[in-house]
């Protein structure tokens, strides 16, 4: 039943000049993140304390299921291209999403830990490919202008469909329980991954006969400016060089830090606060790494990379001290905590990239990326259970915030450090 108003908009865009299909595979990709980033992974946290209550046991022994998760895209992360070139996108991601609907709904029948962990591993084989290998090559393939401008919207609604599932799973878990909240949400991450994988989703415009968003534009421009190679150096000679793992460093730390954001709904409430306003928490954060997308890129592109990473550490690092201290002052605090960690969260994803880049030059981006992000899901997957460990065993976030700060601290001085070095890589 959707085929076809889709498909009559392929065969008619051209000749009547309607919105070109390239625009619906980014509505695609955006519904593709608020399900399987707004709600799988910014939701998380919000069911962390419910079930460990149920079950009498610590937030740490569920957490562990988000570690797994991690784990699993650290593992699987340098194969996807593999896969990804080998078989059609649209099938990988129609059979991730119904992992992901499936692994997520689940949870909300099972008795033990254990089968959470179960859970978490099928999550980390969907989300490997959902999150991470998939939508940034589609929409290379189908915009060839104004592509850092499409894919920003589709990865804003990372934190747009986190603010808004956050709202909708906190009032589930008070008004129907933790169980039927993960039945719901696995059924609504099934609803929006679905029928753009199966009916909306192309890997490329030649499968549509058609040409990418942009593509007549790009021939035109490149036939009249000769082009330049790429500067950079290799993978291999990069790894001989202190930069490279003073990089990784900044990136391992900087997606270790970010997971406190896992933490925030069970913080709230430890402190003595209702579950509905720790869901107001959540949306803090998804509202501030939302923005903070947008701001630090702008930050980035008109005053450059430092001042984009002091803007992104540093408001990290605000927000965990007003977490600290909200306790002290109220809920307004808390909440302006988390809006300004939002801002931090938001750069452990989108100032890495930009470092890897400034470093190491475009040449060999591709391989040296994808080796250096690796130390983030590592980061993601280690910091998930250790805060949550630290929390049973002291029976506050206090340790956590302050080891966080500390983190934020050698991220940024590790950063800094590297983007020295490139004055040594001469290329």
């Known amino acids: 039943m959707l085929a076809s108003p889709f498909y009559c908009e392929v065969g008619n865009m051209k000749k009547q000049g309607k919105i070109h299909y390239a625009w619906w595979i980014m509505v695609a990709s955006a519904a593709i993140y608020a399900a399987s980033v707004g709600i799988i992974v910014s ?5 962390y304390r419910a079930v460990a209550e149920d079950f009498n046991v610590g937030v740490s022994e569920i957490s562990l299921y988000t570690s797994l998760m991690y784990l699993t895209i650290t593992i699987l992360l340098p194969f996807a291209g593999k896969v990804l070139n080998k078989f059609d996108i649209r099938y990988i991601l129609t059979i991730a999403g119904i992992i992901n609907a499936l692994a997520f709904g ?5 008795n033990s830990v254990f089968p959470f962990y179960i859970s978490g591993i099928a999550l980390g084989i969907g989300s490997t490919f959902l999150i991470y290998g998939s939508i940034p090559l589609i929409m290379n393939n189908w915009f060839k202008v104004k592509v850092g401008t499409s894919l920003g919207i589709a990865m804003a609604f990372m934190g747009v469909g986190g603010a808004i599932f956050a709202q909708i799973t906190g009032g589930l878990i008070e008004s129907i329980g933790w169980r039927s909240t993960y039945m719901v949400l696995g059924v609504i991450v099934a609803i929006l991954i679905l029928p753009f994988s199966i009916f909306v989703i192309r890997s490329k415009p030649e499968q549509l006969n058609m040409t990418a968003y942009g593509a007549d534009e790009v021939d035109v421009n490149a036939s009249n400016v000769p082009k330049t190679p790429e500067t950079g150096i290799l993978k291999g000679a990069a790894m001989k060089t202190s930069a490279f793992y003073l990089v990784m460093l900044f990136t391992g730390l900087f997606g270790l830090a970010s997971t406190v954001s896992f933490h925030v ?20 954060v998804t509202i501030g790494q939302t923005g903070g ?10 005053f450059g990379i430092k001042a984009a990473l002091f803007a992104g550490i540093g408001g990290g690092m605000l927000g965990v001290v007003a977490l600290l201290i909200s306790d002290s002052f109220g809920i307004g605090m808390l909440y302006a905590g988390a809006l300004l960690f939002g801002i931090g969260f938001s750069g452990s994803t989108l100032l890495p990239p930009v470092v890897i880049r400034e470093v190491f030059g475009g040449r060999d981006y591709a391989s040296i990326y994808t080796t250096i992000m690796s130390a983030s899901t590592l980061g993601v997957a280690f910091g998930t259970t250790l805060f949550s460990y630290i929390y049973d065993s002291t029976g506050s976030y206090y340790t956590v915030f302050i080891i966080v700060i500390v983190l934020f601290i050698i991220t940024i001085s590790s950063s800094l450090f590297s983007l020295n070095w490139k004055k040594k890589l001469n290329y």
């Open 265 to 284: 709904p069970n913080f709230v409430q430890s402190v003595g606060f209702t579950a509905t306003m720790a869901a107001t928490g959540v949306t803090c």
């Open 106 to 110: 689940l949870m909300g029948t099972y």
């Open 43 to 47: 939701c998380a946290g919000l069911l």
């Open 293 to 302: 997308k947008f701001l630090l890129g702008a930050i980035n592109d008109k």
